[in-house]
T-cell receptor, first 108, second 117 residues
Framework: QQPVQSPQAVILREGEDAVINCSSS?????VHWYRQKHGEAPVFLMI?????EQKGHEKISASFNEKKQQSSLYLTASQLSYSGTYFC?????????FGQGTELSVKP | GAVVSQHPSRVICKSGTSVKIECRSL??????MFWYRQFPKQSLMLMAT?????????EQGVEKDKFLINHASLTLSTLTVTSAHPEDSSFYIC?????????????FGPGTRLTVL
């Protein structure tokens, strides 16, 4: 079952914040976040392993709500380099099933 | 650390020919390798999971006789697209998980752009 991401696309000005949500109809055990630039492979951002866990990487952080079966990615004070498509991946039996992606564009 | 390479990065072939794509983990031993296919503006769709020394497990709808996967060692997996057709044109990406880690983080290769004429 593919997780559902929202929004599908977002346009930001440099310095603005954004939130990307990932929800699942199944119980979550771990959530992986990746960013993919056009024509390139996805790059690992972070993994969240247990409910309530929050992680951060520079100004990108994520939370994991096991009860709600969802995870959110927070991008603070966005930079031009944040542009790309963000995917959440859910572990299902040892393999990752990815959401449909959220296309983020940061404009100067 | 955790670098995965893929070769070739781009390939153009004629319809009916076979194409082999290599995926290598350069600085770690990969417990498991995964093969994905991605069409433009779409998500990554898992094709198969392969473990060293055993047969690959294919996802529903993926033809195992068309997409041959061989996982010869802990650092190398190959995907062969047999009798390729234009509808097989896509971006093929492999990933690997590191042996000996407690998480299931997947590290992706740079991808192979296949164009079938």
């Amino acid at each position: 079952q593919q997780p559902v991401q929202s929004p599908q696309a977002v346009i930001l000005r440099e310095g603005e914040d954004a939130v990307i949500n990932c929800s699942s109809s199944k119980a979550l055990y771990s959530v992986h976040w990746y960013r993919q630039k056009h024509g390139e492979a996805p790059v690992f951002l972070m993994i969240l392993l247990k409910g309530g866990e929050q992680k951060g990487h520079e100004k990108i952080s994520a939370s994991f709500n096991e009860k709600k079966q969802q995870s959110s990615l927070y991008l603070t004070a966005s930079q031009l380099s944040y542009s790309g498509t963000y995917f959440c991946g859910l572990n299902q039996g040892g393999k990752l099933i990815f959401g449909q992606g959220t296309e983020l564009s940061v404009k100067p | 650390g955790a670098v995965v390479s893929q070769h070739p990065s781009r390939v153009i072939c004629k319809s009916g020919t076979s194409v082999k794509i290599e995926c290598r983990s350069l600085d770690f031993q990969a417990t498991t390798m995964f093969w994905y296919r991605q069409f433009p503006k779409q998500s990554l769709m898992l094709m198969a999971t392969s473990n060293e020394g055993s047969k690959a497990t294919y996802e529903q709808g993926v033809e195992k006789d068309k997409f041959l996967i061989n996982h010869a060692s802990l650092t190398l997996s190959t995907l062969t697209v047999t009798s390729a057709h234009p509808e097989d044109s896509s971006f093929y990406i492999c990933s690997a998980t590191s042996r000996g880690t407690s998480t299931d983080t997947q590290y992706f290769g740079p991808g192979t752009r296949l164009t079938v004429l």
